[in-house]
């Protein structure tokens, strides 16, 4: 309802928002999805009406039927877009009473989470999540518009299926007419998506959901959505160009006060490690990191040569004016290294902010065990690119520890000092992953991406010789603002190469043919080149929608411990059902 409505009748349904009874007049801010209007009862008008406003409570179901009438100037609202016209009630119908709400419904609840979980319903109804869904819808529309002109289509497959190694553990649902066997919900399309190659598809594309069973942390789901595709005929940067022409328009049309860097840069793997430590860098800061070991071999400090005999690494960044840190700033920031785990932390201090001389004699605290001449310090700050006023961070220890403290340390600074830019989105594409990566607790290679990922041009070779963790592939990740946003790679497509990865990956001849015999006979009967990617869609919705948590975007998301709180699910089934499916259980 706006101005150009004034005068005329209207029938209005929604909740009750408020009721204020000002003695004489009642007004009703009445609530439904698409906002607020002010409703006004008057003894006058109708004194029937008016008798059940005096009843109306909070969260109600009403209709109205009354004529729109233009606000006095003294009660206008600009600040909603129905702030001029308010609707003077002559018939009210309550459709519906409601109970106490256990929280307010409005934006700024400060209920504690398990509530609004149990209650989702109504945390629902908050204009805040009414608009999250919103713009859950519109990204999905976006997708589909985008792929649908693009000659993809849309293709359902199946969720009772079978094992698809992701990486996660199964959700298993137990067969009741085969007993004893069971399905796999899919951790992802993946080996669905590659059949449709096989099939002459070439161009697929899903808003799928998977389901993953692993521990889960802040942003994970146990079921999640992704927009799952695959296209034939395709090179990497096909599939690259195409993913960054969605994430552009539906920015530039979804979220447009978000500021984008273009093109987004393509980057290999070892030069965002060795620059952010991660594979999953923050770009809209700096704070690039320098190795050292050379200069860290140096010196006489006991932690830093012990660490490059047993083949470990000296590395760290500047942060830049931070010299001033006083030696008990220093202790606090030694205790937050050591919460990210960190086995310790050195460091220089460079005096002399803004000085030109800031890299001479006497501008230079080090850290105690560090007891090394100027001339040093000198040396480690120019290689590190540190001038007067900066601290140098170091840390020691094996490569892949070292990058994990390093670039947590990283995003704290990055935070701490005001160095990431809230409405802007710096995505990549992070390229070159390794083909595998060593799994030290199994004792075993395990795919860094998922084992139909192809190795790089030229590399198959490597297959045979030691150096496995060498081998470059073709998998390649979309990453924003230090999130991973989407994974794909393209794919093997011919049956001698997939078979001899699983032999890397520790697979029995037997196993393969059981777990995967229907995929690698697949490709023998011409299966076309093929590669793909994944988008996730909550954590993107979540970024558009400046959300804190990806909970807050999914209409009916489990806790951290996979509870959905409002069925109380998972739950025990009845002593019958089990009977069905022969299952009994243990404990
Ligand atoms: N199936 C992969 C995943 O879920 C994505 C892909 O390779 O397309 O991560």
């Known amino acids: 309802m706006t101005l150009s409505d004034i005068d005329s009748r209207q029938t209005l349904a929604g909740w009750v928002d408020s009721r204020r009874d000002h003695g004489g007049v009642i007004f009703v801010d009445l609530r439904d999805r698409s906002g607020i209007i002010q409703v006004v009862f008057s003894p006058e008008l109708s004194p029937e009406a008016y008798g059940t406003a005096e009843q109306l409570r909070s969260e109600w179901v009403i209709e109205v039927k009354g004529q729109v009438r233009r606000r006095p100037p003294e009660s206008e609202n600009p600040g909603l877009p129905t702030g001029f016209v308010e609707v003077f009630a002559d018939e009210v119908k309550v459709l519906n009473s409601s109970l106490t709400p256990p929280f307010y419904i ?62 996660a553990r199964d959700y298993l649902v137990p067969s009741r007419m085969q007993k004893g066997s069971f399905y796999a919900l899919p951790q992802s399309p993946q080996q669905l998506k590659q059949l449709l190659m096989v099939s002459g598809v070439e161009r697929y594309f899903q808003i799928a959901r998977c389901f993953r069973d692993e521990d889960l942390r802040a942003d994970r789901q146990p079921e999640f959505t992704q927009l799952d595709l695959e296209m034939s005929f395709v090179e990497q940067e096909d599939v690259l160009q195409l993913t960054e022409e969605l994430y552009t328009g539906m920015v530039e049309k979804l979220a447009p006060d978000k500021k984008l860097i273009q093109p987004f840069p393509r980057l290999p793997y070892d030069e965002v490690i060795a620059k952010y430590g991660s594979d999953k860098p923050d770009l809209r800061f700096g704070l690039e990191m320098t190795e050292v070991t050379d200069l860290a071999g140096e010196t006489e400090f006991r932690v830093f040569l012990s660490t490059i005999e047993n083949g470990g690494i000296v590395k760290g960044f500047v942060a830049p004016g931070q010299g001033h840190y006083t030696g008990s700033d220093m202790r606090r920031l030694e205790e937050t ?32 065990g560090l007891r090394m001449p100027v001339e040093w310090s000198r040396r480690l700050a120019e290689k590190m690119g540190a001038s007067g006023g900066d601290l140098i961070v170091l840390m020691a220890g094996p490569p892949n520890r070292v990058n994990l403290w390093l670039s947590a340390m990283r995003e704290y600074f990055g935070d701490r000092l005001g160095l990431a830019d809230e409405n802007t989105l710096s995505f990549a594409f992070v390229t070159g992953f390794p083909l595998f990566e060593w799994d ?15 190795p790089a041009d030229g590399k198959e070779v490597l297959l045979d010789g030691e150096n496995l963790a060498g081998i470059e592939s073709k998998a390649y990740d979309l990453v924003c603002n230090g999130s991973e946003l989407a994974s794909g790679s393209i794919r093997i497509h011919r049956r001698e190469l997939q078979e001899k990865i699983f032999g890397v990956l520790g697979y ?80």
């Open 106 to 167: 409005e934006d700024d609840v400060r209920a504690d989470e398990a509530l609004r979980l149990r209650y989702r319903y109504l945390d629902l109804r908050r204009p805040q999540m009414q608009r999250n869904l919103i713009l859950r819808h519109q990204v999905v529309k976006y997708i589909r518009d985008f792929l649908d002109a693009r000659g993809f289509l849309e293709i359902e497959t199946p969720i009772l299926i079978k094992s698809t190694p992701e990486g």
């Open 337 to 368: 290294a050591k919460e990210f785990g960190a086995a310790g932390m050195s460091h220089v201090r460079i005096q002399g902010e803004g000085q030109p001389q800031g890299l001479e004699e006497d501008n230079f605290l080090l850290s105690p």
């Open 440 to 454: 030290e607790n199994n004792k075993r290679w395990d795919s860094s991406h998922h084992p139909f990922t192809s």
């Open 508 to 587: 029995s001849k037997e196993q393969v043919e059981e777990r995967f015999g229907h995929i690698l006979e697949a490709f023998e009967y011409g299966a076309p080149p093929h590669g793909g990617i994944a988008p996730g869609i909550d954590r993107l919705v979540t970024i558009l929608a400046g959300a804190d948590s990806i909970r807050d975007v999914i209409a009916f998301p489990k806790t951290q411990s996979g509870t959905d709180l409002l069925f109380g699910s998972p739950s025990p089934v009845d002593a019958a059902q089990l009977r069905d499916l022969s299952l009994r259980v243990t404990e």
